[in-house]
């Protein structure tokens, strides 16, 4: 069987639409699979809390230490989301209209690490697109943060 054949529509649509890319795209089956060897990974999962959490919890689960989370968000504080991890100075939040079309925001979190910051932003001009960095929005569910 051919994976193909077992696509998801979406899935393969995104293919056709990001083919030049597709020297840069693996295309696997399972979540564990994905992050395997993974420096980055970014989710699409839909913007909302409870998707959010589920996702971190697996990728910060299945993917090796280093490997940066990144989550296109424009509602959730990246800070809320990376406190739920074991890598939270290695979660970085994304904001705009396409995160392959037009200037990106990375939203920091309280914790990110400097070299983490530049690694993403140093993807990103590799793909020859643009990137800003923003502070994050202020945390909801985190507490007792030091006041920057």
């Known amino acids: 069987m051919v994976l193909e054949d077992v696509m998801p529509e979406k899935l393969r649509r995104a293919q056709d639409e990001y083919g030049d890319l597709a020297s840069e795209i693996r ?49 959730l504080s990246i800070t809320d989301l990376a406190s739920c991890t074991y890598r939270a100075e290695r979660c970085v939040g994304l904001r705009g209209a396409s995160l392959l079309d037009g200037e990106v925001e990375l939203m920091r979190s309280k914790f990110l690490s400097g070299g983490v910051e530049a690694a993403v932003v140093g993807v990103w001009q590799r793909l020859g697109l643009g990137m800003t960095v923003v502070e994050d929005v202020e945390p909801m569910l985190v507490k007792n943060l030091p006041r920057s």
């Open 27 to 75: 295309f696997v089956s399972t979540v564990e699979d994905a992050v395997e060897d993974a420096d980055i990974a970014i989710d699409f999962v839909p913007d909302e809390l409870e998707s959010k959490l589920e996702i971190f919890s697996l990728l910060d689960r299945m993917a090796p230490p280093r490997t940066i989370l990144c989550t296109p968000t424009n509602a």
